[in-house]
Nanobody, 125 residues
Framework: QIQLVESGGGVVQSGGSLRLSCAASGFILADYAVGWFRQDPGKEREAVSCITSSGGRANYLDSVKGRFTASRDNAKNTVYLQLSSLKPEATALYYC??????????????????WGQGTQVTVSS
């Protein structure tokens, strides 16, 4: 069964850190690019970070550059997103997704085949 499971979300104060994990089962995550997306109720899902299958390239939303870092451990079939210096506006449900988008389409949710159920991140001021 193909599955992506996120974990690591929680409630943290402004300025704090969290590390999100995205564990895959039923397929080889190393064969796919992985995107991290977030969504607040009533808002569109937005791409926070996208990392290529090799892990050699990662893109970030401008507002999180320098504070969020994506990485992957292909031996563990897992991708991570380190969230640092968190701000209240980062509060959202965070999803990971696997796909094979072109480099120009890394931020498009429609380019991803498999999605996790999401993990909630709440940053208090």
């Amino acid at each position: 069964q193909i599955q992506l499971v996120e974990s690591g979300g929680g409630v943290v104060q402004s300025g704090g850190s969290l590390r999100l994990s995205c564990a895959a089962s039923g397929f080889i995550l190393a064969d796919y690019a992985v995107g991290w997306f977030r969504q607040d109720p009533g808002k569109e899902r937005e791409a926070v970070s996208c990392i290529t299958s090799s892990g050699g390239r990662a893109n970030y939303l401008d507002s999180v550059k320098g504070r969020f870092t994506a990485s992957r451990d292909n031996a563990k079939n897992t991708v991570y997103l380190q969230l640092s210096s968190l701000k209240p506006e980062a509060t959202a449900l965070y999803y990971c997704a696997a796909g094979r988008p072109a480099l120009s389409a890394l931020r498009l949710p429609s380019m991803y085949y498999y999605w996790g159920q999401g993990t909630q991140v709440t940053v208090s001021s």
